[in-house]
C-alpha cells in the first residue's frame, strides 16, 4: 500500500490537491488484486488513515488546502522491548491528539509482555510485573489505529515510530499506516537552531516542564509542547497541512528563505 500512498500524493500535488475520477482510477488500477478491486481500495485508503475523500467523481486529498492549524495531528510514542519489530514488540503506547495547538484527546496503555530485557528495564523503569496484566497486543494497536483516525501521525524520530508500528499493524491484521508523517526531528531542525536535537535535551533547553523521559506517554507529551514551539517558528508562507508536511523535508537552500531563532 505504501506505493499507492506515495503515487496517489505526488498526483494531487500536481493537480492542486483534486484528481478527476478517471486519474484516481489510473493510478489505483495498477495495485489492485483479485479480492481488491479500486472501491475496495478506496475504503481501504480511508480506513488506513490516508486523508482521502469522494464527492461524486471527484478525489480530494484533505491535507493539501486545510490549514496546518484546523488538522489534527496525533502525537505518537512507543516504548519497545528492542529495535527491529520482526524480533520485538511494542510494550507500551502513549499518544496525544493535537488541533489548533490544544490537547483534545489522549491514550496510553501498558502492552502484555512475557519478555522483558533488563536493558530496557534500566532505560524506561517499566518492569516485567507492569506487563504481566496488561491488555495483549492486538487490543491495544487496534485501540490506538481506531484513536489515530486519519490525523497527521508525529513523532521524535518518526521512521522508528511509524516503521515500527506499520509492522505491528500488519502482523496483526490491521492494514498499513497511511496517515502523512511528520518527523518533529526534521521540523526542529528547519525551525530553530540547537547544538542536539534529541527530545531529552530540547525538553531541558526549551523548558518545556515534562520530568519523565523514555515513558512513552511523557515523551509524546514533551513533543506535543515542541511542536507548539516549531509552529510558532514556521515562516509566515506556510498555511496548510501540506505546506508544512513539504517544509518539515525540504532543502537547504529551502531553509534560508526564513531567519532561524537560536536556542
Do not use: W
Request: net charge neutral; hydrophobic share 35%; with cysteine.
Amino acid at each position: 500500500m505504501q506505493k499507492v500512498y506515495e503515487e496517489l500524493t505526488s498526483a494531487f500535488r500536481r493537480n492542486s490537491g483534486k484528481l478527476s475520477r478517471a486519474s484516481y482510477d489510473r493510478i489505483v488500477s495498477k495495485h489492485t488484486t483479485l479480492f481488491e478491486d479500486v472501491d475496495t481500495l478506496f475504503i481501504l485508503l480511508q480506513a488506513s488513515g490516508y486523508p482521502i475523500s469522494q464527492n461524486g467523481n471527484e478525489f480530494i486529498l484533505e491535507t493539501y488546502t486545510r490549514p496546518y492549524n484546523k488538522q489534527k495531528f496525533c502525537v505518537i510514542d512507543i516504548e519497545t522491548n528492542g529495535s527491529k519489530p520482526e524480533t520485538a514488540q511494542v510494550i507500551e503506547v502513549g499518544a496525544v491528539m493535537v488541533q489548533d495547538g490544544k490537547i483534545i484527546d489522549k491514550f496510553e496503555s501498558f502492552v502484555e509482555c512475557a519478555f522483558m530485557p533488563t536493558y530496557i528495564t534500566k532505560i524506561t523503569g517499566i518492569e516485567p510485573v507492569d506487563l504481566i496484566d496488561a491488555p495483549s497486543r492486538v487490543s491495544v494497536l487496534t485501540k490506538l489505529r481506531e484513536f489515530m483516525q486519519d490525523a497527521v501521525f508525529v513523532a521524535h524520530n518518526a521512521n522508528f515510530d511509524y516503521g515500527f508500528l506499520n509492522h505491528s499493524f500488519e502482523r496483526f491484521g490491521l492494514g498499513t499506516i497511511g496517515n502523512p508523517k511528520l518527523c518533529s526531528i526534521d521540523l526542529a531542525k528547519r525551525t530553530i537552531e540547537s547544538e542536539r536535537y534529541g527530545l531529552a535535551y530540547l525538553n531541558e533547553t526549551l523548558e518545556l516542564g515534562v520530568d519523565i523521559h523514555h515513558r512513552a506517554y511523557s515523551d509524546a507529551l514533551t513533543t506535543t509542547k515542541l511542536l507548539n514551539i516549531l509552529f510558532d517558528n514556521l515562516p509566515q508562507y506556510i498555511k496548510t497541512t501540506d505546506e508544512l508536511l513539504r517544509f518539515s523535508i525540504s532543502s537547504k537552500k529551502e531553509r534560508t528563505k526564513f531567519n532561524k531563532i537560536k536556542l
